[in-house]
């Protein structure tokens, strides 16, 4: 019984990842604010399972691998529903660019834990996903018409999540390449 408090930060992770394809798939099936409404709640499912992990100190390894892999599912099936999906007038450069970045991220990751290094979130990351989740939200608020959102507040968040997607993309990098480095070096004495 005691162990249970210890599994409900990755059963939100596991949930997330599976649940998340359900985003665009509602989309497209013309139910936006359904889609809309799930993201939301999937999008806040992420801070409350960080939250728990450190109230419950239930942080595991296999945390450590699901939560960021259900930020980038979650995100990628935001991005394809605004993109893709709905008229919203998000350009695909964004989703391009993060595709490619987990992809490459992810890849690395791969590498790195196959050397014992286990990448760990950065400000960066979190700052990032946290915009590209506002830029998604926001599209969806343009979409909808529900709120009036000015065309220059979705192009700054827009913008604002290129720039941060780059900036995580160079500091999980350079992470990744200071430990191979280091293991070099101690390798060598």
């Known amino acids: 019984m005691r162990d249970i408090p210890s599994k409900v930060p990755n059963a939100l992770s596991l949930l997330r990842i599976l649940l998340s394809p359900a985003v665009p798939f509602l989309a497209g099936e013309g139910k936006v604010a359904l889609s809309w409404v799930l993201f939301s709640l999937l999008a806040l499912s992420d801070a409350l399972d960080g939250f728990l992990a450190r109230v419950l100190k239930a942080e595991t390894f296999t945390g450590k691998i699901l939560d960021p892999l259900a930020d980038k599912v979650l995100l990628l099936s935001g991005l394809i529903t605004v993109t893709y999906i709905l008229p919203s007038g998000i350009d695909p450069v964004l989703f391009k660019l993060l595709l490619t970045r987990d992809l490459f991220l992810i890849t690395g ?8 290094f286990v990448p760990a ?7 990032t996903t946290a915009s590209v989740a506002f830029t998604v939200f926001t599209a969806y608020m343009s979409n909808t018409g529900w709120f009036g959102v000015p065309g220059a507040f979705l ?8 720039l941060l997607i780059l900036l995580s993309w160079g500091d999980y990098t350079l992470r990744g390449l200071r430990f191979l480095t280091v293991k070099l070096i101690m390798e060598r004495r």
């Not at 791969?110 to 014992?116: D, E, N, S």
Request: proline share 4%; no cysteine.
């Open 109 to 116: 990751s791969l590498v790195l834990l196959r050397l014992g």
């Open 155 to 162: 192009t700054t968040a827009y913008s604002l999540s290129l």
């Open 121 to 127: 979130p950065s400000l960066s990351g979190k700052v």
